[in-house]
């Protein structure tokens, strides 16, 4: 029979449980539920109106202009998430090998690949632009300098470099993180296993592919399911480089900013819509939840326990 | 001797009761927390004239402060007197009924407002004017008089002599004009500064009207003169964000910049050696009108549901005359919509001049009512075109058809 007293040990738990506890409930638990409420109703600006059902939904993904704006701002979170997956998790995981296998200056390395991780997301924006600045960044300099002028671009204008160009500050600034969490998981490769290897084969490949990158499922894991989380919530950069519109003419908006100009308003649009703005956030939740708890699912099956 | 003490006690007991009712607390919202002092000075000179109504100031944050103002009338504890925006913002708080209709009976002085002053902040439904309109934002071009007389320049009276005049800076060097669009919003400020004579009063018109839409040849044609002038913007000025590019001009790399006359003391306070000029673009010939395009930045309201509206009338009264338009100019260096108001400031009484023939600035004036809003669709349809993504006849498909979604005009 388990005893229902409270022991001082119990008060003590209770104690330290209950206020995070309560925290959470009112500062995420509820705005998340209130959020979900928000979506089925009317807004006038800041006023709510009557119960409208599923109306802002079926609006922001199949009434005109919100249902090309929705699918334009998607379509980016896809490029994002895959091309950082590569430029990011895959430079990554190399990093880390090469980290590993200790080349030559692999302290310093170790350091200058992660210290751009604790910069803020705003000073590495601001950064990015000024690099990126069409007369005076050092992107263009540096082209016109090597007597590559004609390669020289206005990054951030055109259509078809925006996005890539912020993809780039992106990895830039967070290519570190994968590192660190591949390097970790690297670390934790028993040495026995690593003789066996090099009895059987010289081939670094062959290692990689056979033992390390099975051996870093874990890592993979973590930082797979980050990234996706990342990418579909990406909004600082964004805003900071190409602002709340997505400029130019929408080649870099993604769901973050899409749903902030839909819920509070900018300078150039009409009226603030909270209750779409509400449908928005809902689904970009659902979306995230449901693919990234497939994605763990999946990806822990193929882990190995050591 | 107790009966005094009752006769004192009794004396106090009635002042306390009497004194609420004869001191009239106001409180008075607004926006420009830079011009705080400003409007101190202006509050001070008021409640020497109205003895028993004071007014008390509170500055919110510009970007917060619609959201902070409707959230607060919404609760019920919205202030007795505010700033509020013009057109599409001012409908917001206005339609749910939060703000009190002004009269020429309640507000004497709004007869000599300009019809179009008052239309900023009219509610469309209603027809009633709800707040005072105090100030006037004229989008003009804006010129760096230095450079200009070097290069022994003259302010343009036709387009063939703008380009000649551009090209011929150029050629020495000099950047001719220093915007930038990778910026959403300069590409919709842009194209009022600098091809609002292009288009016409008579375009603009039969925009109003509904006679025409903007597939029309005077503003497509507009909008190919406006790419053509885009090549004596700077070096990939599409990739230029706003901040850079008024640097540019305040520095005097540049000559001129397609900018608004609130951007006049922003480029003082970077360079006060800068020597500035205005002027409106010119249009196809010298007889052409020359025209700046020219809006409304906001009122000031009083709320239908305060305690003292008898006192916050005689506030917006004030607010309304010439005297504070004159303080208002005077002091806050902006163009005062009040009649009757005289610029000390050359640059402002030029800026007063220019604004007699003008334009409406049509997609904040006319189209910010409802999803996709006007400003979104030009700004992106001219970003595209600058970018030669589009032609200027597809641009001016391409906003027809968005705002047909809400603008019934263009229904058909």
Redesign the interface.
Known sequence: MPQLRLTGRGLWITALIVPPLAFVALFVVYPIISAFAYAFFDW????RGEFVGLDNFHTVLFV???ASWTRNAFSHNIIVFFALMVLQNGLGFFLAYALWRELPGARFHRIAVFLPVVLSTIIVGYLF?LF????FGVV?ISLRGMGLGEL????????STALWALIAANAWHMVGFPTLVFLAGMQRIPTEMLDAVRMETRSEWVKITKIVWPLVAPSATVVFVLLFVGAFNWFELPYVMA?L?G????STDVLGLYFYRTA??N???????FGLGSALAVLIFLFIAVIAGLITVRLRAREIQL | MPSTIIRIGAALAAMSVAAPAMAQDLTFWSWRQEDRAQYEQFIDTFEAANPGITVTLETFEATNYNTILATALAGGSGPDLMMVRAYGGLESIAVPGYLEPLTTETVPALADYTPEALAAETVRADGKVYAVPFASQTQLVIYNKKIFDDAGLSEPQTWDEFMALSQKLKDSGIIPIANGTATAWQNETVTFDFVSSLMGKDFVADIMSGETDFTDERFTSALAALKDLSQYFPDGFIGLDYASAQQLFSSGMAAMFGGGSYELATFRAQNPDLELGVFAAPGRTAEDEKLVALYFDGGYAANAAGANKEAALKFINYLASTEFGQAFADNLNNISTAPGVTFQDPLLAEVAELNATSIPYLFLVNFRYGEPSGSVLIQSEVQKLFAGETTPEAAGQAITDGLKVWYEPFQD
Do not use: R
């Open positions: 006038n600006g800041l006023l005109e202009p919100y632009k990126l600045h069409p007369l263009n020289a671009q206005p990054w951030l204008g055109q259509s602002g519109d400029s130019p003419f929408g509070f308003g300078v150039s649009s009409g009226q603030q819509d």
